[in-house]
């Protein structure tokens, strides 16, 4: 019989390390012990809210939480929180939990059903799940729905052969291309940029007067959230001195990665665009990345004004689609032009 555990953090020095292995093994996934409290423990919104089964020995058999994050709605700050961290142990998956005994639903989707709700009383909302194929019927059983949102993925190689190797996720024929269309595009940055003078890296809780559109749902610029998402070790803001944008904030790269844009405000002014753009080229190629991968989404201005720059810089664009799922929002909300999306919100450090 397992026992469910719905607790709000910071957790316990023994049960960190213990679900971190947990989650670790199963999800056969890295994740470092520092990124994992950072999240954990030191959002601006405060702890995480853990769901955690136990075995009747004591043992961790199953986790999810809930790490909460301000998000921008229609010009207001609310508290809504990212699902992570969710695993339960192949052995512990058909036994019943205390307090359900005469329930069908497994484990998995009543810890779920546990944690939603219990973030519902703390007044989170909405949740945000990125969960793979195989674990995303569980959170639509707790309630999740699920929201696809178009976007152009541009892509700038430096390293063609390189990146076709260690891209995850390609058949060998997308290699086979990857690699063709890098070495074209490595031929058009022949000549490499010079950073542009005017161009500066700033910290990334640095206030910004735009920050994207006020209408609809997108990430905060407030200095606490940049601060706690964007660690100086692993990011990099980049915005023209005359600018009062955000700018960019990437990833940096290496030598199996790209530099990845990941929260973006340019503005309506496009002679701070391409200097921005030419420093962001010219970093990748410094750090020895494999290039610049930008997604860019469909919230109308950027995809208009950006993407059309990018291919003119030799970027390879190419329309998809990103699938998240969502909890605790009015039908009207599922809209995918109510979103102005980042990718911060996809690639949180391991």
Same mark, same amino acid.
Request: glycine share 8%.
């Given at each position: 019989?397992?026992?469910? #555990?719905?607790?709000?953090?910071?957790?316990?020095?023994?049960?960190?390390?213990?679900?971190?292995?947990?989650?670790?093994?199963? !999800?056969?996934? @890295?994740?470092?012990?520092?990124?994992?409290?950072?999240?954990?423990?030191?959002?601006?919104? /405060?702890?995480?809210? #853990?769901?955690?089964?136990?075995?009747?020995? /004591?043992? $961790?058999?199953? #986790?999810?939480?809930?790490?909460?994050?301000?998000?921008?709605?229609?010009?207001?700050?609310? @508290?809504?929180?990212?699902?992570?961290?969710?695993?339960?142990?192949?052995?512990?998956?058909?036994?019943?939990?205390?307090?359900?005994?005469?329930?069908?639903?497994?484990?998995?989707?009543?810890?779920?059903?546990? &944690?939603?709700?219990?973030?519902?009383?703390?007044?989170?909302?909405?949740?945000?799940?990125?969960?793979?194929?195989?674990?995303?019927?569980?959170?639509?059983?707790?309630?999740?729905?699920?929201?696809? $949102?178009?976007?152009?993925?541009?892509?700038?190689?430096?390293?063609?052969?390189? !990146?076709? $190797?260690?891209?995850?996720?390609?058949?060998?024929?997308?290699?086979?291309?990857?690699?063709? $269309? /890098?070495?074209?595009?490595?031929? !058009? %940055?022949?000549?490499?940029?010079?950073?542009?003078?005017?161009?500066?890296?700033?910290?990334?809780?640095?206030?910004?007067?735009?920050?994207?559109? +006020?209408?609809?749902?997108? &990430? +905060?610029?407030?200095?606490?959230?940049?601060? %706690?998402?964007?660690?100086?070790?692993?990011?990099?803001?980049?915005?023209?001195?005359?600018?009062?944008?955000?700018?960019?904030?990437?990833?940096?790269? /290496?030598?199996?990665?790209?530099?990845?844009?990941? #929260? +973006?405000?340019?503005?309506?002014?496009?002679?701070?665009?391409?200097?921005?753009?030419?420093?962001?080229?010219?970093?990748?190629?410094?750090?020895?990345?494999?290039?610049?991968?930008?997604?860019?989404?469909?919230?109308?201005?950027?995809?208009?004004?950006?993407?059309?720059?990018?291919?003119?810089?030799?970027?390879?664009?190419?329309?998809?689609?990103?699938?998240?799922?969502?909890?605790?929002?009015?039908?009207?909300?599922?809209?995918?032009?109510?979103?102005? &999306?980042?990718?911060?919100?996809?690639?949180?450090?391991?």
């Amino acid at each position: 019989m397992l026992t469910l #555990h719905i607790v709000r953090g910071p957790l316990d020095d023994n049960l960190n390390p213990a679900i971190l292995n947990g989650y670790t093994e199963l !999800a056969r996934a @890295t994740v470092s012990a520092e990124n994992f409290r950072r999240w954990m423990q030191r959002s601006p919104e /405060g702890p995480a809210l #853990h769901a955690v089964l136990k075995s009747q020995n /004591g043992a $961790i058999a199953g #986790h999810c939480c809930l790490f909460p994050f301000p998000l921008n709605v229609r010009g207001r700050r609310v @508290t809504a929180a990212k699902a992570e961290y969710f695993f339960v142990k192949t052995e512990f998956r058909k036994e019943a939990v205390l307090g359900h005994e005469g329930s069908v639903k497994p484990a998995a989707v009543l810890l779920l059903e546990g &944690l939603y709700r219990s973030g519902k009383e703390l007044g989170w909302c909405p949740y945000l799940v990125s969960a793979p194929t195989g674990v995303a019927p569980l959170h639509r059983l707790a309630g999740c729905q699920k929201l696809t $949102i178009p976007l152009t993925e541009c892509l700038l190689t430096f390293r063609p052969w390189k !990146a076709a $190797i260690h891209t995850p996720n390609l058949g060998t024929g997308q290699r086979m291309a990857l690699g063709g $269309i /890098g070495a074209l595009q490595r031929v !058009a %940055w022949a000549v490499p940029p010079k950073s542009d003078p005017f161009v500066r890296e700033v910290p990334a809780d640095a206030p910004s007067e735009h920050c994207g559109s +006020s209408q609809g749902i997108g &990430l +905060s610029c407030d200095p606490d959230f940049l601060a %706690w998402r964007y660690s100086p070790s692993e990011y990099l803001r980049l915005r023209n001195e005359s600018s009062t944008d955000l700018g960019v904030i990437v990833k940096r790269g /290496g030598a199996r990665d790209y530099v990845r844009v990941c #929260h +973006s405000s340019l503005g309506s002014h496009e002679q701070f665009r391409k200097p921005l753009l030419k420093t962001l080229v010219a970093t990748a190629l410094e750090e020895r990345s494999l290039g610049v991968r930008w997604a860019v989404y469909h919230d109308g201005v950027s995809e208009k004004q950006l993407v059309p720059v990018l291919r003119k810089l030799a970027f390879l664009c190419m329309r998809r689609e990103r699938t998240i799922y969502v909890h605790g929002l009015a039908p009207a909300d599922l809209e995918p032009a109510v979103w102005h &999306l980042q990718d911060s919100l996809f690639c949180f450090d391991s």
